[in-house]
């Protein structure tokens, strides 16, 4: 393997390391796939206006979620059945998050339960929640995360039905029978029964309530004292019944382009949400992100931080806890080098003005 110089390099490496259906199961997307491509595509329309003759020596990227001090405003997405993609899943990926002072979000659909992963050490670590049909189940597994010291929800909102992912079809996609959803083992909802699709898809049909909606937000609060962040909100609509709702951050997501094909993509959604949530809650950036660069231009739209899910299970399967060190490492010298040439020294530096989008083009430029 020679010298790994960008975070997509890890992609190749997974493919040949991984069985099909697992390297599958994490690449693909809904049906066209449009999305999926379109979440990279979109962050190169974004073109920089950077600012010269700045003193860069100094440079600061530390930032603060939902009160928690971290080191860059990077952070870990959820993303299933890590151990499926190295033997140390979930606790490999939480010593690199902790390595590197930032957040991890675990999955309902971890291969580790919420007591596994906090037995890694310390760290900041959010809990993202799919809702079952069975409240109960719920409301065990938000007392057992709030117990093992998650700080926070990532509640699911664009899930009532799985999408299409006609790989995972095609595979007849299921957990490997040494793997279990290990949150859900003592409640016989561990195991993911073959079936003449997804696997995965007849396991959400059967379990995941499709009645979900904004009250269920005010129930969640009324059983956890954690701060619950929507994530799956793509529009100015849903944005201000977030705010509406009580929660306390917003996650602009299209669940890795893996649910509603023809979704924009979230860096295209991002100022939109943004504008509609009007700095009353922080919004966040899920989706696309495997540069600095694109970092740079979230912020620049207005996220008070970004998730990377893909490029975390790419790196684990190529290279263990070190790919996913190095994953985080990367984009963090990537970020600072975007900020140096771009004239900022701290994240409050990153204005509107140092980007262009499509939409601006057809604009005149400002006046200074």
Not at 86 to 108: K, V
Not at 207 to 228: E, F
Not at 299 to 306: E, K, P
Request: hydrophobic share 45%; charged share 25%; glycine share 8%.
């Amino acid at each position: 393997m020679g010298e790994i110089t960008n975070i997509m390099e890890y992609q190749a490496i997974a493919k040949q390391k991984l069985p099909k259906m697992a390297y599958d199961y994490y690449a693909s997307g809904a049906e066209d796939e449009w999305t999926l491509k379109e979440n990279r595509e979109a962050f190169s329309r974004i073109l920089f206006r950077p600012r010269i003759l700045i003193d860069v020596s100094k440079i600061d990227i530390t930032t603060s979620v939902l009160g928690f001090k971290i080191s860059m405003p990077i952070m870990i997405a959820p993303t299933a059945f890590q151990k499926m993609a190295h033997p140390d899943g979930e606790y490999a990926t939480a010593r690199a998050a902790s390595a590197a002072g930032t957040i991890m979000t675990l999955s309902s659909w971890a291969t580790s339960s919420v007591e596994e992963v906090a037995s890694t050490g310390p760290g900041i670590r959010f809990f993202q929640l799919y809702v079952y049909k069975d409240r109960k189940v719920v409301e065990q597994l938000v007392r057992r995360a709030e117990k093992a010291g998650f700080k926070a929800i990532a509640l699911t909102v664009d899930t009532p039905r799985l999408g299409r992912r006609e790989a995972d079809i095609k595979n007849r996609f299921v957990l490997p029978p040494h793997l279990t959803l290990k949150n859900f083992e003592g409640l016989d909802l561990g195991k993911m029964d073959q079936a003449n699709d997804s696997g995965l898809a007849s396991y959400v049909a059967g379990q995941i309530d499709r009645t979900l909606s904004w009250k269920d937000v005010k129930w969640l609060q009324s059983i956890t004292s954690m701060p619950i962040l929507v994530k799956g909100v793509v529009t100015a609509e849903d944005a201000r019944l977030a705010v509406h709702s009580g929660a306390a951050g917003i996650i602009v997501s299209n669940h890795g382009a893996r649910q509603l094909d023809y979704v924009p993509a979230t860096i295209s959604a991002l100022e939109e949400v943004v504008t509609a949530a009007q700095g009353r809650i922080p919004v966040y950036l899920d989706g696309g992100v495997r540069r600095g660069t694109d970092v740079f231009k979230a912020l620049a739209l207005g996220a008070a931080g970004i998730f990377i899910g893909r490029p975390v299970v790419m790196a684990l399967a190529a290279e263990g806890e070190a790919g996913v060190r190095n994953v985080l490492r990367m984009l963090r010298e990537e970020f600072e080098l975007t900020m140096a040439l771009s004239g900022c020294t701290t994240l409050a530096d990153i204005r509107r003005s140092h980007i262009l989008t499509q939409g601006d083009r057809r604009r005149p430029t400002p006046r200074l």
